[in-house]
């Protein structure tokens, strides 16, 4: 059973479009993380989320908490083929000494 | 700041074979974790160490093991090798924070391939 759902799986799409992409639960976390993978590298920390409804910004990127702190959704506006990659999100759980769990992530390829 | 080393960058081994990884964590950091990364299962925990000490461990057979120095270096080695073995391995290392301070810094990883 993954606890991290991430949707959609893969997304295509051409240079100057938005996108939305989406991390569930049926949990509730602490805090959650997104994590950006490029080819051949590790994942690379964006944003960490702590309270339920906040929002973070990130130059083009939007980064949403739900409110019951079981979702979380990044927003990406006028998207760029820098941002190509695997798009991560992950959450602490066993405790404040637990270990982290990924969603399988969005793979993202922006088209120029 | 040099960031997290991993060793070697690519490895193909045969079945019933055996194989060491060995991951160098940032200056200060010593808190090291691995972890599979395979295109089914996505990312998955494998281990954590932390001073020497394993702290935490995820749902991966026996055959899967880890050990951390005294420099925090740390190494896995994975015994008896399936063709299912093959992935990405991943080792992060972070400081000894706690919660939302456990920011993990990845490695670029090893690629094992088992033939």
């Known amino acids: 059973t993954q606890l991290l759902e991430q949707s959609p799986q893969f997304l295509s799409i051409q240079e100057g479009e938005n996108l939305t992409v989406y991390c569930n639960s049926s949990?509730?976390?602490?805090?959650l993380q997104w994590y950006r993978q490029e080819p051949g590298e590790g994942p690379v920390l964006l944003v960490t989320?702590?309270?339920?409804?906040e929002v973070k910004k990130l130059k083009r990127l939007t980064f949403q908490f739900g409110d019951a702190r079981k979702d979380s959704s990044l927003h990406i506006t006028a998207a760029q083929p820098g941002d190509t990659g695997l798009y991560l999100c992950?959450?602490?759980?066993?405790?404040?000494?637990?270990?982290?769990?990924f969603g399988k992530g969005t793979k993202l390829s922006v088209k120029p | 700041k040099a960031g997290v080393t991993q060793t070697p960058r690519y490895l193909i081994k045969t079945r019933g074979q055996q194989v060491t990884l060995s991951c160098s964590p940032i200056?200060?950091?010593?808190?090291v974790s691995w972890y599979q990364q395979t295109p089914g299962q996505g990312l998955q925990f494998l281990f954590e160490?932390?001073?020497?000490?394993?702290?935490n461990k995820g749902n991966f057979p026996g055959r899967f093991s880890g050990r951390q120095f005294s420099n925090s270096r740390s190494e896995m080695n994975v015994s008896t090798l399936e063709l299912g073995d093959s992935a990405l391995y991943l080792c992060?290392?972070?400081?000894?924070?706690?919660?939302?301070?456990?920011?993990?810094?990845f490695g670029a990883g090893t690629r094992l391939s088992v033939l």
């Open positions: 989320v702590v309270t339920g409804g």
């Open positions: 992950a959450a602490l759980i066993g405790g404040s000494q637990g270990n982290l769990i």
């Open positions: 160490y932390f001073s020497e000490t394993q702290r």
């Open positions: 200056s200060g950091h010593r808190s």
């Open positions: 992060a290392s972070s400081l000894p924070g706690t919660g939302v301070k456990n920011i993990q810094y």
């Open positions: 949990s509730v976390f602490s805090s």
